[in-house]
């Protein structure tokens, strides 16, 4: 029997797994712009995936990720795992850059 933390409406991590790949696809300068200026942190894409999810989802900043540490499937998406994710400031940076 899975952990209730483990279980993810289909739709949804399907959304999380399409917007992930789309995300990645793009090169273009306002992606790049998502993270930090000066280089350091979470790759663009990441930051993307995680504001369309708090979009989507109609949460908050600390929620959305407060919710995606905790999806196994979320975390392999993103390549993270617990206590990589960045803080909700970082995320709400990212939000105001794009």
């Keep these: 029997m899975k952990r209730e933390s483990n279980v993810m409406p289909n739709t949804l991590f399907r959304f999380v797994r399409q917007v992930a790949s789309l995300a990645q696809k793009l090169t273009d300068a306002a992606l790049m712009e998502l993270s930090d200026p000066a280089g350091n942190g979470f790759a663009g894409w990441k930051h993307a995936v995680l504001l369309y999810l708090r979009e989507h989802m109609s949460a908050e900043y600390k929620e959305v990720l407060d ?7 979320v975390r392999a998406v993103l390549n993270l795992q617990r206590g990589e994710f960045p803080a909700p400031s970082t995320l709400c940076k990212a939000f105001k850059r794009a």
């Design 67 to 73: 919710w995606a540490e905790e999806m196994e499937r």
